[in-house]
């Protein structure tokens, strides 16, 4: 198993969609972004959490967010609204290396704070060779 877990501070998403609006076209899907735009004046706990969901990916991969693009990881959501995580582009490819066969996602935020946790199963547990 391999878990990521990631904590962000909604206050930075607040000041990141004032000053640079159009980011958020460049990280998140479409769909993503109707989901957080449909919360109003909330709209950067839910930001701040799909950021978190992606840094808890890249860390559950062993990777982290960097040298991946923006959205090699992203959320949809079921029709009961609970969050599922895709994976394509190099997350895709470190999972598939690492033989993983099922994710679970759990993001929340209260508050000032944001936090997503991401587990994956399956593969080996040999990362310290790759």
Not at 72 to 101: C, N, S
């Amino acid at each position: 198993m391999y878990v990521g877990v990631d904590l962000v501070k909604i206050d930075r998403w607040e000041r990141i969609l004032e000053k640079f609006p159009a980011r958020a076209e460049k990280i998140f899907t479409a769909e993503e972004i109707a989901h957080c735009e449909k919360k109003g004046k909330k709209r950067a706990e839910s930001y701040a959490a799909l950021w978190g969901a992606r840094e808890a990916a890249g860390k559950a991969l062993g990777i982290g967010i960097f040298g991946s693009a923006w959205q090699d990881a992203f959320v949809t959501w079921t029709k009961w609204g609970a969050p599922v995580l895709h994976l394509q582009g190099t997350f895709q490819k470190r999972a598939e290396q690492l033989g993983i066969t099922d994710m679970s996602i759990s993001i929340s935020h209260e508050e000032h704070m944001a936090i997503a946790v991401v587990v994956m199963a399956g593969g080996r547990n040999d990362t310290d060779k790759d």
